[in-house]
C-alpha cells in the first residue's frame, strides 16, 4: 500500500510524492533547498539551503504525524563536496544521539542548478 503524504513546506518538480506512508515507514522524496514562499532556491550559501532541505523535509515528516527522531536514514547529495563539512554542522543541529543512518553522496548537478538535495527515510 503506497499512501501519499503532501506538505505545504515541499516542492516536487516531476511526477512523484513529497513522501509515501507505507504504514511502518514513511520514505520521503529528496528535497532541494526550494523556499516554499517564493518557489525559489534558498540563498545564503550552503548551510542556509540545508536548513531549507530540512525545514521541507521534517514538513513531510509532520505532515504524516513523524519528526526527526523517527528518521533511520538519510541520504544527502552535494554538487561540491568541499560543502560537506558546513553540511554536516547543519546537520548535527537537526538529530539528536543515536544519529540516523547516513550517505553523502557528491553529484555532477542536481535539479534547477541547486548544490544540495536530501531524502530520508522515518520508522514509525
Known sequence: MRTPVTSPTATAVGPYSHGVDT????????QTPIDPATGVLATGGIAAQTERC??????????????????IKVNVFLTDM???AAMNEVYATRFA??????????VASLPLGSPVEI??????
Open 82 to 84: 568541499d560543502d560537506f
Open 54 to 71: 530540512f525545514d521541507n523535509l521534517f514538513g513531510v515528516l509532520a505532515a504524516a504525524g513523524l519528526g526527526g527522531e523517527h528518521v
Open 23 to 30: 504504514g511502518e515507514f514513511v520514505y520521503c522524496s529528496g
Open 119 to 124: 531524502e530520508l527515510v522515518a520508522q514509525r
Open 97 to 106: 544521539e543515536p544519529y540516523p543512518a547516513r550517505t553523502t553522496i557528491g
